[in-house]
């Protein structure tokens, strides 16, 4: 089970972080990531942390987003700052127990397990 947190309502400027708790299993193995889907679009890749360490952005987040892990709790964050309305949508964590590679981690098929989604709307 995955359970993601975080979300709200913030104005343009501002900073939100996204918490992501899996019960269990092994999280240190896991390829870890996020996605989010607006409205009416497609879900698509935010931003991965891999078994060795290894980070990965979508371009439009990079600077802003950080995508962290603590292995101890199980549990996965990613620090959205410098937030825009275009970063509006449910955000999903996303598991899977092995270490993908480059070309296949920002496929939504390769991973095995899924949050419930949270809402974060950027607005003034």
């Known amino acids: 089970v995955q359970l993601a947190s975080g979300g709200g309502l913030v104005q343009p400027g501002g900073s939100l972080r996204l918490s992501c708790t899996a019960s269990g299993r092994t999280f240190d193995r896991y390829t870890m990531a996020w996605f989010r889907q607006a409205p009416g679009k497609e879900r698509t890749f935010v931003a991965a942390?891999?078994?060795?360490?290894?980070?990965h952005y979508t371009d439009s987040v990079k600077g802003r987003f950080t995508i962290s892990r603590d292995n101890a709790r199980n549990t996965m964050y990613l620090q959205m700052n410098s937030l825009k309305p275009e970063d509006s949508a449910v955000y999903y964590c996303a598991g899977e127990p092995r270490h993908l590679i480059i070309s296949t981690m920002r496929n939504t098929a390769e991973y095995t397990y899924w949050g419930q989604g949270t809402k974060v709307t950027v607005s003034s």
């Open positions: 942390r891999r078994p060795n360490g290894n980070t």
